[in-house]
């Protein structure tokens, strides 16, 4: 793999000399769906799948952006000193971004650079391709001005990049994880203090299973920000009657005392499913740990109907998804991960006879929508690094 991107990128800038290579992963969430901007938790894990970056400094202050899966496009051209958002510059806007947000913080490099990325996570499908190429980006340019950004303060400008400059409303989950995230180990993440701890990904004789519906979400063109704000809403509400900064502040017992306040019916869905959803999450990690797999497999179930019913991010691909596999006696939990309006399930699945399973699980997709399915065999990999060797 370091060979293939050192070679493209040699051929992509014709050129001899040899870049540093980073890899950034992409990350799935196990389960605590569209809690993180509601100040509760979140259970992720970082991906061996991911984005590359070669890179290399330039003389001036030029900036070219190649991406191996946007061929088309060609090289994006930019410069230091005109950072600004460009429709034209697609996929570039977000190491842009990045670019921006870490010099407005102060952050601010001599010399451009040339840079060739490749990805071999699906764009669109809910693993956070984006998340992953800003922290390439933020890693690779602090570790070529030397800069020694502190790793949780970058994730932070990571996240606002994506805020301000990409104009998506996401929480610090994605970039948190794609950031600090551990070989083998899943990451329970307090989104309201940053507080973590990883957890051994004991999955004795199963597999983390990713399964694609193969319908690409567009997360700044979905009902994501429309769910933040409806969220806003019931909070708003909620805070006339009880003291608190967040939605996920509230066990489910307390949300039941005080949910009459919430005077929008479709408000109260989706303020139900933050606050039932922050305790499952916080329920599946003590499960985990325990070694109690089928408890956890249940727990993602239960996620899954309550995105489907109260948050209604689902949609007929990752319902029927999601469905077939909890036809399978092998199948201990499935359910929707990212933000929802496509993209991908995950899946905890025995690990003998799991091609057959998934064979069956395929199938019974395709019949409910005449979609094929793709499945991806999850390792738990690290956060965002430079690479010497890939193994």
């Known amino acids: 793999m370091l060979e293939a991107l050192v070679k493209g990128f040699q051929e992509t800038f014709k050129t001899d000399e040899k870049p540093r290579v980073f890899f950034s992963p992409g990350r799935v969430n196990l389960i605590g769906e569209h809690t993180d901007y509601n100040g509760g938790y979140v259970f992720p894990c970082a991906l061996s799948v991911g984005n590359y970056v070669a890179i290399q400094p330039r ?82 340019w602090d570790a070529m001005n030397d800069f020694g950004i502190d790793r949780v303060d970058m994730v932070k400008l990571c996240q606002r990049a994506e ?83 967040y939605l996920c502040e509230l066990t489910p017992d307390q949300f039941d005392t005080y949910q009459a306040r919430i005077t929008d019916t479709i408000a109260k869905k989706r303020a139900k499913h933050a606050v039932e959803e922050n305790a499952r999450t916080i329920e599946a990690h003590k499960k985990l740990n325990e070694g109690d797999l089928v408890t956890f497999g249940e727990l993602m179930n239960a996620s899954h109907r309550s995105l489907k019913d109260d948050y209604e991010v689902t949609g007929e691909h990752l319902d029927a998804l999601a469905e ?40 019974a997709y395709k019949k409910r929508t005449g979609t094929e399915t793709t499945f991806y065999v999850a390792d738990i990999g690290g956060g965002t690094q430079e690479l010497t060797t890939i193994k």
């Open 163 to 245: 805020n301000e400059y990409i104009g998506v409303n996401c929480g610090i989950m994605d970039q948190f994880a794609i950031g600090m995230g551990k070989e083998d180990h899943a990451i329970l993440l307090d989104c309201n203090t940053l507080e973590c701890n990883y957890a051994p990904m004991k999955l004795d004789g199963f597999k983390l299973v990713i399964a694609n519906t193969n319908q690409r979400r567009g997360l700044a063109d979905s009902k994501y920000n429309e769910r933040r704000q409806e969220c806003e809403k019931a909070l708003a509400d909620l805070q006339q009657a009880v003291s608190i900064r």
């Open 59 to 140: 003389d001036d202050r030029k900036l070219r952006f190649f991406s191996a899966n946007f061929e088309e496009l060609g090289i994006i051209d930019g410069h230091l000193d005109t950072l600004a958002f460009r429709d034209q510059d697609d996929w570039a806007n977000y190491p842009k971004g990045v670019l921006t947000v870490l010099e407005q913080a102060g952050y601010k490099g001599e010399k451009g650079f040339d840079a060739y990325f490749y990805g071999n996570i699906p764009n669109g499908a809910g693993l956070s391709s984006s998340a992953s190429i800003e922290l390439a980006m933020a890693v690779s």
């Open 324 to 363: 077939s596999a909890w036809q399978e006696e092998n199948v201990l939990g499935a359910r929707m991960t990212g933000a929802g309006f496509g993209g991908c399930t995950v899946n905890l699945v025995k690990e003998e006879g799991l091609d057959e399973t998934l064979e069956r699980i395929a199938k």
